[in-house]
């Protein structure tokens, strides 16, 4: 029987309704670096898988004892090249083997990295992002996984006069990873400046509400959070973890939580290039089947996907549930179906379901602060404090907190941005997130916190009624699944709710016409069934009153998607104004008008 770690909480009434949480446990002592991490595990597991990719019909997989070899010697190979805490490396490319060596022997060094998503390089009309980035970072060295296939990116008249290194397939003025591992030079001075101040690597915000921003991520955030987790999760320790992952590495959460958890607790990186997209789903079945996990981290979608496929595939069943200890969602709520699915096909094939949770945090918080790591009864609870983090409740309007947040993993500032970065804490030194949350159960605050929102995502209806657009989309998700791939909740200074679909493949094939309802009508009676069942006796201020299913998907070249794959909310109503005014105007045959709202509901 696995055992969890009690969910005691302090809490202290600072006035004003102000509420301050804590753990009631204490921060386990923490290594100053990451590389501390790996000469541990490379002394005493060194034959143990820590990376590994897919190579033909198998892996390749590289050993600690490997990864500490190959690891110093691009060391030596960025400090004969002149590379120290002022010169960051941008990487282009997206998870690899090679990736995961040349980012911790640039922290071995304390070089800083950043790296960026991928599809700023590969997509033609995205690259004024990647360029956007390159001029703020100032990079002295770029790296790509394939000279080739990044060749249009290297090439960018902003990548002039940088030092450009990939791992195959090097051009003119390209050096490869190989040249890099033979330029030795003594790092033990460089290696001994690095501690827990040493700015590790630089992420890029989504930019959905702004440009990107630099999130400055030191050594010591990363170390901490490791220490924290390993306090909430004491089965990290027990055995060394396992995880097949395609989450993006310059997203915090691929990057930093789940990497560095493998490295702390000594456990190995399946790299899986697969992700919850058609044409790619099929490579995360096939990886999974091949290489179970003992945890398993995903968006909702993913767990969706992998659900339905698990249904008809008894083998990738046995081999993602036989040594699962935690599966992990995040970016949405689990819906109830997908999560009740999931325990029983785990007992299916196991005697004990795997913890099934979630936690919260941002990229400025490297990442989590709350955690859900006591079994929780449903979907959407993201749990409580984690040890050595001071969460501050600032009351918004009823049930509902502003949350901020104190500790030793938040973020000193963003770079070469002071005004942001003052903008960004409060007079206490509290972080100000802009999430807004309530609480499970106000008489037991064990029970932890539930999303409610991003503040900044909320608007008013020319009634001055606010509406709690991200709250509602995440209900929305639910309610419409599987038709909904995302939804817009619209309707700022207007007297209703509206909504814009972004369709699954097989609601748009659905399609009859462009930019609207035109469903068949069995399509259209069970999408104004979920919507009508959703409103049930709602107020005006969560009610949906009009809907419109957009036929052209959010591009990413034109803004409307981020880095993250979230959208742009601000940047698609901005470039869609035309069928916002659809959506909103007089009765349009392709809007779906839904029933009134009862003249009893209050808003």
């Excluded at 938040?410 to 999430?435: H, L, M, N, Q, S």
């Excluded at 209703?496 to 009508?521: H, Q």
């Excluded at 009765?587 to 808003?603: F, I, K």
């Amino acid at each position: 029987m696995t055992e969890y770690m009690t969910h005691d909480v302090v809490r202290e009434n600072a006035g004003d309704g102000v509420i301050l949480l804590r753990s009631a446990h204490e921060l386990p002592a923490v290594v100053d670096r990451t590389s501390d991490w790996l000469h541990r595990w490379a002394k005493e597991t060194p034959h143990a898988v820590f990376l590994a990719e897919r190579n033909g019909p198998g892996w390749r997989e590289v050993s600690y004892a490997e990864a500490l070899d190959q690891v110093r010697a691009l060391a030596a190979g960025l400090v004969a090249r002149g590379m120290g805490p002022d010169t960051p490396i941008l990487i282009i490319s997206g998870n690899s083997v090679n990736h995961g060596l040349l980012s911790l022997a640039a922290q071995y060094v304390g070089v800083p990295t950043v790296p960026v998503a991928e599809q700023y390089a590969l997509i033609p009309g995205a690259q004024a992002q990647l360029g956007f980035i390159t001029g703020l970072i100032d990079p002295a060295m770029v790296y790509a996984e394939d000279g080739e296939v990044y060749g249009a990116a290297l090439a960018m008249e902003e990548m002039a006069g940088r030092q450009l290194v990939v791992a195959r397939n090097a051009g003119a003025g390209m050096a490869s990873l190989d040249e890099l591992m033979r330029d030795g030079a003594d790092i033990a001075e460089a290696a001994a400046r690095v501690g827990p101040d040493t700015v590790a690597k630089i992420l890029m915000t989504s930019g959905s509400t702004s440009s990107p921003k630099g999130v400055i991520t030191t050594q010591r955030m990363m170390c901490v959070n490791q220490a924290q987790y390993g306090r909430a999760l004491p089965f990290l320790a027990e055995r060394p973890p396992r995880i097949v992952d395609w989450l993006p590495w310059n997203h915090v959460f691929g990057g930093s939580s789940n990497f560095n958890q493998m490295l702390a607790f000594g456990g190995a990186i399946y790299i899986d290039a697969g992700k919850p997209a058609p044409a790619l789903i099929g490579k995360s079945f096939e990886n999974n089947a091949l290489m179970g996990g003992t945890i398993a981290y995903n968006v909702p979608v993913g767990y969706t996907q992998l659900r339905n496929e698990m249904l008809q595939n008894e083998a990738l069943k046995r081999s993602f549930f036989a040594d699962l200890d935690m599966l992990f969602y995040a970016g949405a709520s689990l819906a109830p179906d997908v999560w009740n699915d999931l325990q029983e096909m785990a007992l299916e094939v196991r005697d004990e379901a795997p913890l099934i949770t979630t936690s919260w945090g941002l990229t400025e918080t490297a990442p989590a602060c709350l955690f859900q790591h006591f079994p929780a009864d449903r979907p959407g609870i993201l749990g409580v404090p984690l040890a050595g983090v001071e969460v501050k409740l600032v009351p918004e309007v009823g049930d509902r907190y502003e949350v901020r947040v104190r500790g030793p993993n938040i973020f000193p500032g963003y770079f070469r941005d002071p005004e942001r970065t003052k903008e960004a804490f409060d007079e206490e030194g509290f972080f100000c997130t802009g999430d807004a949350m309530t609480l499970v159960d106000r008489r037991d605050i064990s029970r932890g916190l539930r999303f409610d929102g991003r503040i900044s995502e909320d608007f008013k209806l020319d009634s001055g009624i606010w509406v709690r657009a991200a709250a509602m989309r995440l209900e929305l998700l639910v309610a419409l699944a599987p038709l909904a791939q995302d939804v817009i909740v619209t309707g700022e200074g207007h007297n209703e709710v509206g909504l814009m679909i972004v369709p699954t493949p097989a609601l748009a094939s659905d399609l009859e016409e462009a930019d609207g309802t035109f469903l068949p009508a069995d399509r259209a009676a069970d999408l104004r069934k979920r919507l009508d069942a959703y409103n049930g006796d709602k107020g005006s201020s969560a009610r949906i009153a009009r809907v419109l299913i957009l036929s052209q998907p959010p591009s990413m070249a034109e803004g409307e998607i981020t880095a993250k794959g979230n959208l742009n909310f601000r940047r698609i109503l901005g470039r869609r104004a035309a069928l916002l005014e659809r959506l909103h105007g007089p009765d349009d045959p392709a809007v779906l008008q839904l029933a009134p709202m009862n003249v009893q509901n209050s808003a």
